[in-house]
């Protein structure tokens, strides 16, 4: 992943100066000690103002990034809080459980500061991540510090990340057309190009000295027999094109993301489709939205940043055949056949999540459309197909509605070992009350065609990400018995 973030993790603790100092300085020790390599100890204990200071100098100093606040006791209020203020990056605010042994002198009251420190944080309007059960001994603050990280890699990913368009959004497909309002609000910078800027900066790459390498990369990627050499040498030119555009036009921001237009013009105009080199950028963490999808681009970011590995964007796409569920998955998985779906998209799923027998094909629904009846596949062809390995998956999305405000849906499950029989890059997925979930979710709150896909079981990362940007609609797939507020009880 060469667009994200690498986390520089610290750990401050403070002190509440009437009681010993000593017992935040040696429970910080014991979680250092816990946690071990990769964590920068901040050697100032925090007690008032003034220590607050030089110990946000120091940790900035030692290019810590992302920070723990911890309170070995009580904590000073003001202070504690004041670091989030003056450390520029996410804090996490965790306090110490007693155990020690000396229930007089080593007694440190924790519980009753970290109240004291969340309404202080909410009296100033600052950010601090708070775990769901923010307190624990040296080893289960390790373990809070380590499931942090994530968190912290995408909120500062988001704070240096760019999104870069390229086209209009397409006439019929109104569901990508989500207001752009929400992307400042997390702090997302976004430039809005035309398709025609793109073909320019194509063209001016014919002949880049570069191709003959990308296009031996490409092969060596797919394998004979399963690539067209001749379209090779247009895709890698175009795989520089999107490349360079990300470097010159990063500006002041450190990651990219982009959100392009790939039909119906694109293809006649390049003589490719582009999924494939989608495909590509995204193995490498830079997701390519398919259809000018904005908040898909976003959401697929945010996934690899919190997953530590690439995601793809597909469709929530059409429902499983009875005779497919009769006959590989009931009785083998535990799923009825609304807890099914497939998950499709032309060719844009990086090839290493893909089954083996992938390979680069051409766009049946776009041939139809823009090539001649029953003539051979031409500049339709580019996109990665085959079907998409089993693995374990959350299903998630960030978008800004209609109405301007940013909400969320996160749903976990996996894609199962089944073969779908179809085109595309295409997975059956299995993800209980998944029927329930489409309606009242996807359908009555009005979100779009495009799913993130993380290969990953991590929506407990998610949910915290949300929260910590504020977005309070966060929907989820609620188990059978649990009612969605439009859910007729009655039914």
């Not at 607050?52 to 504690?80: C, H, I, S």
């Not at 904005?294 to 796409?317: F, K, Q, R």
């Amino acid at each position: 992943m060469i667009n994200i973030p690498q986390v520089r993790l610290g750990i401050i603790a403070v002190s509440r100066d009437c009681f010993p100092i000593a017992l935040s300085t040696q429970r910080r020790k014991n979680i250092a000690a816990a946690y071990g390599e990769d964590l920068y100890e901040c050697p100032i204990t925090v007690e008032n103002e003034k220590d607050m200071l030089k110990a946000v100098a120091d940790v900035k100093e030692a290019e810590v990034n992302a920070l723990v606040v911890f309170l070995g006791n009580f904590g000073p209020e003001t202070p504690e809080t004041l670091i989030a203020k003056y450390f520029d990056g996410p804090c996490m605010f965790v306090a110490a459980s007693e155990g020690d042994g000396d229930m007089i002198n080593g007694r440190g009251d924790a519980y009753c500061g970290m109240l004291n420190c969340s309404y202080n944080l909410g009296m100033r309007h600052l950010k601090g991540y708070i775990p769901e059960y923010p307190l624990g001994t040296a080893d289960e603050i390790a373990e809070k510090m380590r499931e942090f990280v994530p968190i912290a890699r995408t909120i500062l990913g988001l704070k240096d990340l760019k999104i870069i368009t390229f086209g209009p959004r397409p006439q019929d497909f109104f569901a990508c057309n989500a207001p752009i309002k929400g992307l400042y609000e997390l702090g997302v910078e976004i430039e809005e190009n035309s398709e025609l800027d793109l073909l320019v900066s194509y063209q001016e790459h014919a002949g880049d000295p570069r191709i003959p390498d990308v296009c031996a990369d490409m092969a060596k990627e797919m394998g004979e027999g399963r690539y067209y050499p001749e379209l090779n040498e247009r895709m890698a030119q175009f795989e520089l094109t999107l490349l360079d555009w990300a470097e010159n036009h990063k500006g002041s921001r450190k990651y990219v993301a982009f959100a392009d237009k790939c039909w119906p013009a694109f293809p006649s105009q390049f003589g490719f489709e582009p999924c494939y080199v989608n495909s590509r950028l995204a193995s490498r963490g830079i997701p390519v939205s398919c259809e000018v999808d904005i908040y898909g681009a976003l959401s697929e970011y945010i996934g690899m940043c919190v997953s530590g590995d690439t995601v793809t964007l597909l469709d929530i796409n059409n429902t499983v055949p009875q005779y497919i569920y009769d006959e590989d998955i009931k009785g083998k998985y535990d799923y009825s056949l609304t807890d099914t779906f497939m998950g499709f998209h032309c060719g844009n799923t990086p090839e290493c999540k893909m089954c083996a027998d992938r390979a680069v094909k051409y766009q049946l629904i776009q041939h139809r459309l823009l090539e001649p009846q029953g003539s051979e596949p031409d500049f339709t062809r580019g996109t990665l197909e085959g079907d998409i390995a089993a693995s374990d998956v959350t299903f998630y999305r960030l978008q800004c509605d209609s109405q301007g405000q940013l909400r969320a849906y996160i749903a976990q499950g996996e894609i199962l070992d089944v073969p779908t029989r179809s085109f595309g890059g295409i997975g059956v997925f299995g993800i209980k009350e998944m029927g329930r979930f489409y309606r009242h979710v996807l359908v009555q709150k009005g979100y779009p065609h495009h799913g993130a896909v993380a290969f990953h079981h991590c929506g407990k990362q998610l949910f915290e990400v949300f929260k910590y940007l504020g977005i309070t609609d966060i929907a989820y797939n609620q188990p059978k018995g649990v009612l969605y507020p439009t859910e007729n009880p009655f039914a």
